[in-house]
């Protein structure tokens, strides 16, 4: 069922193993409400949202509980229908506190999602559909989670033509994104008409990776007559889910350095998150729990969940079971997730997995000596942004931040780990890219 | 709610390793040189198992000693002094002295990689810093060489080996000239399949063609070798005396000859691909196998020696800095010129 005999992809990535046939089969179940829900105030990219409730104030499922502050931000939901226990600091993945809505179900409660003021994808201006789609609370849900109406909303001037429905879902043990496309395709299919009408663009092409066939025969079955929609399966690699790569496979386009996808009339929408709007809008809902893979050879129960959002690690980790040596647990897959430092961290909008590694896996990684570089140039072949991961390595090393940044493009690197994957040497070239990154970033902000 | 008392490792992304490393490269290029090995072996019997155990013992044993002096851990374990040692003494004519040999080894490893910083850092191929110094140094032992297949080669050693320190060697069985040297100076010309099957003269490791290009290809495709370079080598070469060859057949051998004879498929498939002394680009590995090729021609034909490949290689080393200034990629969604950065 390829569309094309020409295989599709970007140039450069790694091969990283698929490990996705523990969970790809299993299907989307529901998650239970932990003891307390903690839902963060900042889950996005942007400004935290306001918090509109008070402490003992009774909350229904889905209700709205902290508006947008601007248009940087989004709202947030209560996950489960209880009372507001307190609204103070819990720990983030970014190893800070961070402002948090502590809910607690009440256990007798039906759990009935709050439905408000729907909106129809063929009636409502793009004006409407943005403002929707920023009170529902969705932020991309593929692991950015930066707020969709941002996106949505063209910059002055630039018009789009294509609107790519990512559902590439590249990294390892994931299969989140494959279930959505299995089990809820026709919530895809509804979300894409607002998508299309928000932005202007005339059709929208679901692209799929060719080890998940199976959803690509799904979404090209639940197409509805007449919608300028198709849909593309891509060869397997990473990382092609990164938007850049995406938009170079599927339409041969190159985004500028610097610039957005939409200088090259193009949008990404994570698969997940056009579902979400499909399913949200038309019932005026809003999000309060998303799919994510819980997964690796350090949990037991693994599969598929539908989790309420803020549910915190530890209540998940002991609902499905850990093995005695799990020494790692990261959000996201193994190449760009992020470890976690605390299990009192709750799960967020953009929390497409959780993984646990043994210390067979890691072990295997730390006990790897780090040896000079070798110039064997492997990093050069996988980088998929063409940068020098190895002269970026050896300027990192002396502490040259900004002559990464002025001579190397080092701002480019979407830190897609492809050029540790690789290194023979096992230097850690995107970690010290991350530590310049924030360098330069420091630098220019004091130079103002 | 049981308490879970777990400490979790914090590490940044990725979490997951190709399982790639220096030392499984490393070691899979000495296992492709071990059939060039075994056959130098047969050809120049119990000479060249001494000298290959010499040259490699040089090596490993200056890189340890040299670690341990600076108070580090040995990097031996990485085999690369390993690949030098053994390259280096598949490049020394058989007979040449022990102790030659060995003053050559802690060259290639001191000179050569040690005094610029260790693995990684050496611009020029280690092994044929040995062998240059050694060329300089001893040009007669370094060019005279006893024949192969000789008669008793596994019964006894011949008497230069075992030359004593700082004694010249006295050669007492027969020499004869190398197929590049005897077209140079006499206008002999081998056969092809002599030279590609590896029964004439020559240095230990260079003589059988066939088993280099196996070797060589084995590591082509397990992409632990640019095989850009060995065929742009190759292919200049080619080219290079075939268009010679067409203007003059007297006065130029063909291009299957120069293939085939010298030092050239060692140089192509072992040194010239050395990681850290070869651009980082394919359009760079593919420009430096192009000088690699022409270098080698000249050095041949219009030379005052019969073979150029070592110095071909070692001045391809030195142009890589700046192969690889000039020919930075051209980063995603920048425009396509892009000029080099100041080093």
Redesign the interface.
Known sequence: MRSSPHSKTFAHG?H??ECKDDTSALPIRQFPFA?VQVVPLLQHLGKPAIAEVAEGQEVVRGQRIARPDGFMSVAMHAPVSGVVQRIGLAPAISGRMEPAIFVRPFPGSTQEPAQGRPVDARTATPEQIIAAVQEAGIVGLGGASFPTHVKLKLPDGKRGDTLLINGAECE?YLTADHRVMLEHAADVMAGIPFLLKATGTERAIVCIESNKQDAAAVMRAAIPPGQPVSVEVLPVKYPQGAE?MLI?AILGR??????LPIDVGTLCVNVATCAEIGQLLPRGAGIHERVLTVGGPGIRKKGNYRVPIGTPL??L??SVGYEPD?????L?G????????S?DIPVTKGTTGV?G?TAR??G??AE?RE????????C?EA??????P??LGLLARNEQHQRMAD???LM?CFEC?SC???????I?L??HF?ISKRAVRRAKAAGK | MSSFDKTLEIRSSPHILSGNSVSHIMLHVVLALLPVAAFACYAFGLTALLSLCGATLACVGTEHLLCRLNHKPTTVGDWSAAITGLLYGLTLPPGLPLWMIAIGGVIAIVLGKAVFGGLGQNPFNPALVGRAVLQAAFPVSMTTWPVAMAEGRFSGLPNSLLTLPFMTPRYDGVTAATPLSAWKFDHQLASTSDLALGFTGGSLGETCALLILLGGLYLAVRRMLNWRIPVAVLATVAAFTAILHWSDPARYAGPQFHLFSGGLMLGAWFMATDMVGSPMTHLGCAIYGVVIGVLTVLIRVWGGMPEGVMYAILLGNALVPLIDNLLQPRVYGTARKKKGVAA
């Open positions: 790694v990283p193993p003891p390892p850049k170079t190159e985004v500028p350095s610097g610039g530890r209540f980790l002991e799990l020494t790692r647990v990261f996201g193994p190449m760009m997730g992020q470890a976690v430092s299990l993984i590694f896996e890691t295997n990684v790897q040896h000079p570089c070798i110039r064997c140039g492997y050069l980088c998929p942004i063409f940068l020098n190895s002269m001579d190397f493009h480019d780990g540790t994957f690789v290194c023979p040497a096992h850690p995107v970690q991350r």
